[in-house]
Structure formats: structure tokens, C-alpha cells
């Protein structure tokens, strides 16, 4: 009898420990056919750009976004008569994501007469829940064309030569979504331009952009940017470009309203060559109103995020 219930404690043990192992082999199993996968941060910003310059966004692989951005000022002591402002300065652009993470644009501004263009490579994204990934970091190189002088204030002397008419803004765009609401950026800028002999303005110019973005309402929000030049210019009196406004989403469209004191578009110009300071005098007070609408073009359309 006693052999017997040895036996059987035995035999019990040897059911309780096989089972264990096969359990553990199928934790492995599933493990190995369904790792953890890490989970990214979206909608840092809702677009591409925060107002004035670019976020750390990027559209998904075949969307084409069209984009009409305006800015309309008015000129002290102006006596013409134009309806609502004196001034209305337009950029037309198409992006197109090649990738989930690699876009291309191009631009053109009837005002100033300059082609932008800019290609954008998202690096890293940020994690949700997670000491690894805390910030997403995009790469930005821009380039800007001017066929003609600017007459509302430039380093651009009249040449012949069409070098001194180009410019190469390189950007590292970092960002980070503190939560649902609030969202941070940090910009640090090179922007390069052709020498010019006639003054002793920079070629070479540093800047750090800062940027944020505050949900209002399901499908508003309050943004905002601020660029520190290092070394401005010598030859005529610049001031860091601010921007405060509002996004607006409608599905595929987004509507943007800004107060501004930049007038241009491309890059080098409304960071760099900034002639207005932010203030109710003089006309220095620019309003902006921005319209981009995401075309897919894939079969496939893409969801929309919530």
C-alpha cells in the first residue's frame, strides 16, 4: 500500500512538472509569434506645419497635400484704395509622401517671386509609455530661388549672377507630445546663403526655433512659433519672426489664422530677413490665413486620426 501512494505522488509530479514545460514552451511560442511591439506617439501637431515653418509631421506613404497660404498686410500712409488690405501675398505648394516617413515639396510665392522647395525625413518617432523614444526627430533641408531683387528688403544686391539668388536652410526638428493637449518643438537651424561682396551681411546664419501646440476643442487648437536669430544681419534692421493662431481641422482640410510679423514664406527669408517687429504700429501686424487639403492617392485610403 505505501509503494502504491508513492507511486501515485510520483506519477501526479510528473503530470504537474511535464504540464509546467509545455506551458512554458507555449509562452515562448506565442512570444516568438507575437512580440512586443512598441507603440508610437501620433498627431504630435495634426499637420505639417505649425504656422510659419515645419513640424515634425509627415503624411502617410501617397498622400499629396495642396496647400494656399496667404498673408495680407497694409503699408503706412498708403493712398491707393484696396479692398481689406493693402498688400496680399500668396505661396502655392504641393508635398508628396513618398514614404510613411519621406516627403517632398515645392512652392512658389507670387510677392516676392521666389520657388521653395524642401525634402523631409522623419528619423525618430516618439513612444508612448516608454523611457525609449522620448521625442521624435525629423530632418528638414530647404531651398530657396528668387528670379527677382525683393523690393521690400533683402541681403540680395542687383546682380547678373544667378548664385546670389539662392539659399539652403537645413533643419533638426525635435519635438515631444507631453500629453493628448500639449505638444513642444525645438528647432535648431543653419541656413546658408551666397556671399555678397557689396555689404558685410553673414552667409552663414544660426537660428533656434521654438514652437508649440495647445488643443482647444475636438478639432481646434492655439499654436505658436518664435525663431532666434544668433548673427542677424548688418546691412538692415531685422526682428525675430513670432507667430500666434489657430488651427482649424475639417476632415481632410485644415484651415490655419495667424498674427504675424513675417511676411515671407520660404525659410531663409522670414527667419532671416524679417523687417517688422510684433506690434500694432506702422503695419506691423501681418494676418495669415493658410488652407491645406490632403489628397490621397492610393486606392487605399487612409484613416483618418482621431
Wanted: charged share 20%; proline share 2%; hydrophobic share 35%.
Amino acid at each position: 500500500m505505501k509503494n502504491k501512494r508513492i507511486y501515485q505522488l510520483l506519477t501526479i509530479a510528473f503530470i504537474v512538472f511535464n504540464s509546467s514545460i509545455n506551458a512554458q514552451n507555449l509562452l515562448d511560442q506565442l512570444d516568438q509569434e507575437f512580440p512586443d511591439k512598441p507603440v508610437y506617439e501620433i498627431a504630435t501637431f495634426k499637420t505639417t506645419r505649425i504656422g510659419l515653418g515645419h513640424s515634425i509631421e509627415t503624411r502617410k506613404k501617397g498622400a499629396l497635400e495642396i496647400s494656399l497660404y496667404n498673408r495680407y498686410w497694409n503699408i503706412p500712409n498708403f493712398e491707393g484704395q484696396r479692398f481689406l488690405a493693402d498688400v496680399v501675398s500668396t505661396r502655392y505648394g504641393l508635398d508628396y509622401s513618398f514614404t510613411d516617413n519621406f516627403t517632398l515639396g515645392l512652392g512658389y510665392t507670387n510677392h516676392d517671386k521666389i520657388t521653395d522647395g524642401f525634402v523631409k525625413y522623419k528619423l525618430f518617432k516618439q513612444r508612448e509609455n516608454s523611457k525609449k523614444g522620448v521625442v521624435s526627430i525629423t530632418l528638414v533641408q530647404g531651398f530657396s530661388h528668387r528670379t527677382q531683387e525683393n523690393t521690400g528688403g533683402t541681403i540680395y544686391a542687383p546682380t547678373t549672377s544667378s548664385l546670389n539668388k539662392y539659399a539652403f536652410t537645413s533643419q533638426v526638428l525635435v519635438a515631444r507630445k507631453i500629453n493628448s493637449d500639449f505638444s513642444i518643438q525645438i528647432a535648431p537651424t543653419f541656413i546658408h546663403k551666397e556671399a555678397n561682396s557689396l555689404n558685410d551681411d553673414p552667409n552663414n546664419q544660426f537660428v533656434i526655433g521654438f514652437g508649440g501646440r495647445h488643443k482647444i476643442g475636438g478639432h481646434a487648437s492655439i499654436v505658436s512659433e518664435y525663431f532666434y536669430v544668433a548673427n542677424p544681419l548688418k546691412s538692415i534692421q531685422t526682428y525675430n519672426a513670432f507667430m500666434v493662431g489657430v488651427n482649424w481641422e475639417l476632415s481632410h482640410l485644415l484651415l490655419q489664422f495667424q498674427m504675424t510679423n513675417a511676411r515671407n514664406f520660404a525659410e531663409d527669408t522670414f527667419i532671416t530677413q524679417t523687417t517688422n517687429n510684433f506690434n500694432a504700429k506702422d503695419g506691423n501686424f501681418h494676418f495669415g490665413f493658410n488652407a491645406t487639403f490632403v489628397l490621397h492617392t492610393k486606392k487605399k485610403k487612409l484613416s483618418k486620426i482621431e
